[in-house]
């Protein structure tokens, strides 16, 4: 049996693989426990590997080329067209092993260990800002239910809040309590998403890429950390508008049969439309 091509369908914990000869023969359809991944592949003759591009899928890509294999990855999206019927992990370990024997598919480079770290730094610290606003939001709202009112600005909010503390007799004690938790939590939040900036910062001194990009106007250090680690091989783009539309930042056109339909503009961040 000599396998040339393998869809791999990733999960958590269990694994499918469909795998095709030379000539597009179907000789394998297995499922593999996670355990069971590298001992499997390891003993595999190098093959062509594809894979979606979701969670993990650039681990185990990492991992299968360290073993001879040549794996690609590929949106979910692209993938999804050659799902014949129903839904099941053979059904898509099948759809994904046709994918990526097509010419006409695009591929998503690897990404490195170093540029998921700072991803994930990345996310890490948006998650902080999202729950710092919540959390700035809501003590806002409760002190404007006593009369106290701050101007816009987390240190306007810090102030007002000291003060409020500081009066014995000017909140009641549950108020305070609350008030205290609330503030506790912004300084905390505040001290951590400093601490991850000062990564990104260090990170962004020694890695010329991200040095590049800080020196196009209106693009800062957050900004450039972000675009050096997410877009792995920027020769992939043939153009800076095609980079463009890849961000989202250009309009998506909806047309058929010759007539132009509505354009539909994405952002790619909230996963929102507009139209």
């Known amino acids: 049996m000599t ?17 095709v ?10 499922k593999l426990h996670r355990k069971q991944m590298q001992p499997f592949f390891s003993k595999l003759p190098p093959c062509l590997i594809g894979v979606e591009a979701c969670a993990t899928a650039h681990h185990w890509a990492r991992t299968l080329s360290a073993m001879g294999h040549e794996v690609k990855l590929m949106p979910p999206s692209y993938v999804k067209g050659y799902v014949k019927r129903g839904k ?15 010419r006409s598919m695009r591929f998503v480079p690897t ?6 770290a700072i991803l994930m730094a990345h996310r890490t610290r948006s998650l902080l800002v999202r729950q710092r606003t919540m959390a700035a939001n809501a003590l806002r709202a409760h002190l404007a239910e006593f009369g106290l009112v701050a101007n816009p600005g987390i240190a306007n909010l810090a102030k007002l809040s000291e003060k409020a503390l500081a009066e014995p007799d000017g909140l009641p004690a549950y108020a305070q309590r609350a008030l205290a938790i609330l503030v506790r ?17 260090a990170w962004h001194a020694k890695n010329e890429a991200s040095q590049r990009l800080a020196a ?20 992939q783009f043939r153009s800076g508008r095609q980079f463009a539309a890849w961000l989202g930042l250009v ?17 790619v961040a ?4 507009e139209r």
């Open 216 to 235: 196009i106007p209106g693009i800062g250090v957050i900004t450039a950390t972000a675009i050096a680690a997410t877009v792995t091989d920027p020769e």
């Open 88 to 102: 099941s992990d053979a059904l898509d370990a099948e759809a994904i092993c046709e994918a990526v024997q097509r």
């Open 251 to 267: 309009p998506r056109q909806r047309s058929s049969g010759g007539r132009h339909g509505c354009w539909e503009s994405r952002n």
């Open 185 to 201: 939590r912004l300084a905390e939040l505040t001290e951590e998403i400093g601490t991850l900036d000062r990564e990104l910062s």
């Open 270 to 273: 909230t996963g929102t439309s």
């Open 21 to 30: 000869d030379e000539s597009g023969a179907t000789v394998l359809v297995k």
């Open 3 to 19: 396998i040339a091509v393998i869809g791999l369908d990733l999960a958590k914990c269990v694994f499918q693989a469909h795998g």
């Open 111 to 116: 990404k490195t260990v170093e540029q998921q």
